[in-house]
């Protein structure tokens, strides 16, 4: 059965790169017709483009997910870091050694490409390239592979706790 688009395939940087999306609508990483095909999609690009466009700095653009224990910054189109990629390294490594503090869950950090695999069209590579959103990250939410995308309940209340804490290493950071 093919469940739609991968959302976090229908930015419009990098869209449709031959590696990171798929054409095929029935794999999990399908790219969608065209670049911000997918109404959820154009709703988010159309309010951050208009905070920009009023002259509001967008300092801190974070995209969940699940599931997988990995803190992530652009680029996930290329392997060739960014040009801030110190930078926004540097901010990851600080706040996942925060949340790891707290219940000792291990986080790994790095560039997209480089932790997981490549992702062309994806919303950190948008957001920082697009809108210059200096600390754009994809949070991939506990677990490893034992429970996937439906981490159980009793989970819920750690998961956030430990991510309270690596967000405000991270609030702090930027301001």
């Not at 059965?1 to 029935?26: E, F, I, Q, T």
């Not at 959820?40 to 653009?61: C, H, N, P, W």
């Not at 490594?93 to 000792?104: C, I, P, Q």
Request: net charge negative; hydrophobic share 35%; proline share 3%.
């Amino acid at each position: 059965m093919c469940v739609g688009v991968d959302a976090n395939r229908n930015y419009d940087l990098h869209w449709g790169d031959a590696d990171g999306a798929d054409v095929n609508p029935c794999n999990e990483t399908y790219r969608g017709t065209e670049a911000t095909s997918e109404e959820e999609i154009k709703a988010v690009t159309r309010y951050m483009q208009g905070v920009v466009d009023s002259g509001d700095t967008i300092r801190l653009f974070i995209d969940f997910h699940s599931y997988g224990q990995v803190w992530m910054a652009p680029w996930g189109y290329t392997e060739d870091p960014s040009d801030d990629f110190e930078d926004q390294n540097n901010l990851q490594a600080d706040a996942v050694e925060a949340l790891t503090a707290v219940h000792g869950t291990n986080y790994t950090y790095g560039q997209i490409s480089q932790t997981m695999y490549k992702a062309s069209g994806c919303s950190v590579d948008w957001a920082y390239g697009a809108l210059g959103v200096l600390y754009s990250y994809t949070i991939e939410l506990p677990d490893t592979g034992d429970f996937g995308f439906t981490l159980p309940p009793e989970r819920i209340e750690s998961t956030v706790t430990e991510l309270f804490e690596g967000l405000k290493v991270a609030l702090n950071h930027i301001l």
